[in-house]
């Protein structure tokens, strides 16, 4: 992959979650009955930064888990690579919350659509909201995020890249590359 420019750096990644933070909060009308569940990996660190943001700003400790969807994805097969099976961790009930999904970049839809398969299987939440850091376009499935901290639109031989520090040991950033 050739390196083609920085999208977003620190700081407009913070300001990004912390207005999803906002819109979340405003949309539920306040946070009774909310959970945030962040796919697997980086979708895990948003889910925490935006309960962080939710806890300073209404005072509130929203739960939070982590799912994998590697078993629930349609391409698993295809790939024909042995999945890496990272830890589902939903410490609640889901049943009759408002389950806010979180990852870090929506492209074709299937992940997302993995992870509404993973979570009916634990539980029948009231309703899932999605919240993505980056909307790329280019959807495969009728899915689009109900937050949105940046719409960035790329072809098909473009690769979104986020990186945080606490998974990645670099600089926090969403960066674009050619394949």
């Known amino acids: 992959m050739v390196f083609k420019s920085q999208l977003l750096d620190s700081p407009a990644i913070e300001r990004a979650l912390r207005r999803i933070s906002f819109e979340i909060i405003e949309k539920n009308r306040g946070t009774d009955n909310l959970c945030i569940i962040g796919i697997q990996r980086r979708g895990v660190f948003i889910a925490e930064k935006i309960r962080n ?82 909307d790329r376009g280019h ?15 790329t072809s098909h031989n473009e690769v979104v890249k986020v990186t945080f520090k606490e998974y990645d040991n670099c600089e926090t950033a969403v960066s674009i590359y050619n394949k």
Do not use: H, M, W
């Not at 042995?82 to 870090?104: A, C, M, Q, R």
């Not at 959807?139 to 639109?153: F, M, Q, T």
């Open 53 to 134: 943001n939710i806890l300073d700003t209404e005072g509130v400790q929203i739960p939070v888990g982590s799912l994998d969807i590697t078993l629930y994805r349609d391409d698993i097969i295809i790939d024909g690579e042995n999945p890496i099976i990272n830890s589902t961790d939903v410490p609640f009930d889901i049943t009759g919350k408002k389950v806010i999904l979180t990852d870090d970049v929506l492209y074709t839809g299937r992940t997302v659509r993995a992870a509404i398969d993973t979570l009916f299987s634990l539980g029948r939440p009231a309703c899932i909201q999605f919240a993505a850091l980056i």
């Open 139 to 153: 959807r495969e499935l009728p899915i689009k995020a109900d937050y949105v901290g940046k719409n960035i639109p």
